[in-house]
């Protein structure tokens, strides 16, 4: 089997096994504190996400602005898509998703941003001890889940 080249090693670590974002993705507004060039790697690599990954960060910063030392997140009161962003875990779930989509430059990007996002929320937030650790399949729930809600 032949060597394969610098170049072609780089462009596989590249966007879409070295295929760059054109350009109108570039010429897009900026994502959430990230590069130029992330944001468009974001546009370019999740057109057909159900909710754009600025806005699934500016709702996880507007629960994390809202004042008090304690925050509680509310559960989401209609079953509705949209509706469902009003629980900060469903759109930390989201933002989980995306970051898992990405390639390496933009997840590396995005994962600075969400780390210091995730400290503050930790931080802000109370562990619940009574939470259940998995889901009605078994699988572990994420610690964002497991944090006490409002109401409850």
Not at 39 to 68: I, K
Not at 98 to 124: C, I, K, M, Q
């Amino acid at each position: 089997m032949p060597r394969r080249r610098p170049g072609a090693l780089r462009a596989a670590r590249g966007t879409h096994a070295g295929r760059r974002p054109p350009a109108w993705a570039r010429e897009l507004p900026p994502v959430d504190r990230l590069s130029t060039s992330v944001s468009a790697e974001v546009q370019w690599t999740a057109p057909g996400r159900h909710h754009p990954l600025g806005d699934l960060l500016r709702r996880y910063r507007a629960f994390l602005r809202s004042p008090g030392s304690g925050l509680r997140p509310t559960r989401a009161v209609c079953p509705a898509p949209l509706c469902a962003l009003d629980d900060v875990a469903v759109v930390r779930d989201e933002l989980a998703d995306a970051y898992r989509a990405l390639p390496p430059e933009a997840r590396y990007a995005l994962g600075r941003v969400l780390r210091l996002l995730d400290a503050e929320f930790r931080r802000r937030t109370v562990f619940d001890r009574d939470a259940a650790t998995t889901d009605r399949s078994g699988s572990p729930r994420p610690w964002w889940h497991r944090r006490l809600y409002a109401y409850e």
